[in-house]
């Protein structure tokens, strides 16, 4: 059986078209693989570079935006080159317009013109507020000395010698101007009588001292009143037989005192003075008494050795002031807190009693 050549050209084709039937073929070129070329334009933004780059490349933004890490930690570190970096780093990015694999920024034909432009502008209005600035600066040649007057030409004139004022010294605080400013001041009254009656209270103070005796064998008392004769709620002495103390009036009032309630039944002697008048706190004494106090706070050690009632109050002006220090009945010895001066003291007593603030 004859053997066919596949290769040979048909039969009845004339010469040339059969050697170009035997030619072999070119080799075929093979398609381009899309994904084997890079991208020809970055995938960041020139507008966002151009931006971060002017308004924070001092901290190196712009840098951190394109992924260059390093050299964004450095411009960080050094606050942009001290300026020269963050300058430079303006001038690329409106020139070139790279990223870190050196593909154009996105946009960067699109917006390098007006980027050119604004950043211009902001440059030059910089530079005219600068020195528009400058300009109104307070000169230094205007403090330039005056030429000297010639002393042949005008007689030097004496200028006339401006006597300073006096100012006087603002007075001294005291325990008693304290007083004074806090509960008012008044002119001392002083009154006597025998068995009951009443006493009219000086007008102008909220508060002053008592000072009062009485040699009767019964029930001595002074209570005050308001201007309705109601009573204020405060009873200044209630013994009985002979009395010698001072005690105040108006530091626990519970209304306006008018009138003090005399009951007597033998002579008495009332002493109504304003409580700057009150001579300020001694170490010991007997009976109540009335005192000023300008000492630091501390304590206060207290002795008493009498039966009745011993009481301490502690008046500083303030409000709501809680000044009662201490309140027994008959003998007493121990230590209580005690506010800062300037304040009254007031002891209630019929004994001998001690006092020492520390």
Same mark, same amino acid.
């Given at each position: ?19 170009? /039937? ?24 020139? +507008? ?134 806090? /509960? ?69 009032? /519970? $209304? ?25 706190? +001694? ?6 008494? +009335? ?6 706070? $501390? ?16 008046? =500083? ?7 009662? &220090? +201490?309140? #027994? ?24 009693? =001690? &006092?020492?603030? #520390?």
């Amino acid at each position: 059986m004859p053997t066919t050549n596949r290769n040979a050209p048909p039969v009845g084709v004339p010469t040339s078209q059969q050697e170009q /039937f035997l030619r072999p073929a070119p080799p075929a070129v093979p398609a381009t693989d899309a994904r084997m070329i890079g991208p020809s334009v970055s995938q960041k933004s020139f +507008v966002v570079t151009w931006l971060f780059a002017w308004l924070l490349g001092v901290f190196g933004v712009d840098r951190f935006y394109l992924g260059k890490i390093g050299s964004g930690i450095a411009k960080l570190l050094t606050f942009g080159g001290l300026g020269i970096w963050w300058l430079v780093d303006i001038i690329l990015v409106l020139a070139k317009g790279r990223d870190k694999q050196g593909l154009q920024l996105a946009g960067y034909d699109q917006y390098k013109k007006i980027a050119w432009i604004v950043t211009g502008a902001v440059t030059v209005l910089s530079m005219i507020v600068s020195g528009v600035n400058a300009s109104n600066a307070p000169s230094d040649t205007s403090a330039a000395v005056a030429p000297v007057a010639d002393s042949a030409a005008e007689p030097a004139v004496e200028e006339p010698i401006v006597e300073e004022p006096v100012v006087e010294e603002a007075p001294v605080d005291t325990v008693q101007s304290w007083a004074d400013e806090t /509960f008012g001041t008044f002119a001392v009254i002083t009154q006597t009588g025998t068995g009951d009656n009443l006493v009219t209270l000086p007008a102008g103070a909220t508060a002053g001292i008592v000072t009062a005796t009485h040699d009767g064998a019964r029930n001595f008392s002074a209570s005050v009143l308001d201007a309705s004769n109601a009573s204020t709620g405060q009873l200044l002495v209630n013994t009985i037989g002979a009395y010698s103390g001072t005690t105040e009036y108006g530091f626990s009032s /519970f $209304g306006e005192d008018t009138t003090l309630q005399i009951t007597a039944d033998g002579n008495w002697s009332l002493t109504i003075a304003p409580i700057s008048a009150a001579p300020e706190l +001694v170490a010991s004494g007997t009976g109540d008494g +009335v005192y000023l106090f300008e000492g630091s706070g $501390g304590k206060l050690t207290a002795t008493h050795d009498g039966s009745r009632n011993f009481s301490i109050i502690e008046e =500083t002006g303030e409000t709501f002031n809680m000044g009662l &220090l +201490v309140n #027994e009945i008959g003998a007493y010895s121990g230590t209580v807190p005690l506010s800062s001066g300037p304040s009254a003291i007031v002891v209630s007593a019929n004994g001998n009693w =001690t &006092l020492l603030a #520390e």
